[in-house]
């Protein structure tokens, strides 16, 4: 068998048997998918989400992951009842200095 260079080889695609594709495609599955954003202008370190001074009207859509949010020196006027329910590990919600109606 003739030897090949490996620059001659380098453009052919590498063929994978189905079993290893098919454990891969498991494997990502199992995966858990991408975290929520950051919502645009409020910035994010882990699990803290930091929302000040940026003259919100209404609560921002933040990572269900979130256990610190802070949402200070806004606008804020109304809070449904049950818009933090998504937020299983919130700890601590600052909301001090906005326009809270109603809660």
């Not at 995966?31 to 000040?52: D, H, I, K, N, Y």
Request: proline share 13%; glycine share 4%; net charge positive.
């Amino acid at each position: 068998t003739p030897c090949r260079s490996r620059s001659a080889m380098a453009g052919r695609p590498v063929p994978y048997p189905l079993p290893v594709l098919a454990a891969l495609a498991a494997l990502l599955l199992l995966l858990p998918g991408p975290a929520a954003p950051c919502p645009s202008r409020c910035l994010c370190f882990r699990s803290t989400v930091w929302c000040m001074h940026l003259m919100l009207e209404s609560l921002p859509a933040v990572p269900p992951q979130t256990t610190i949010l802070d949402l200070r020196f806004n606008r804020i006027k109304d809070i449904q009842p049950g818009a933090f329910r998504r937020l299983k590990n919130l700890n601590t919600l600052l909301l001090n200095n906005n326009q809270i109606g109603r809660a």
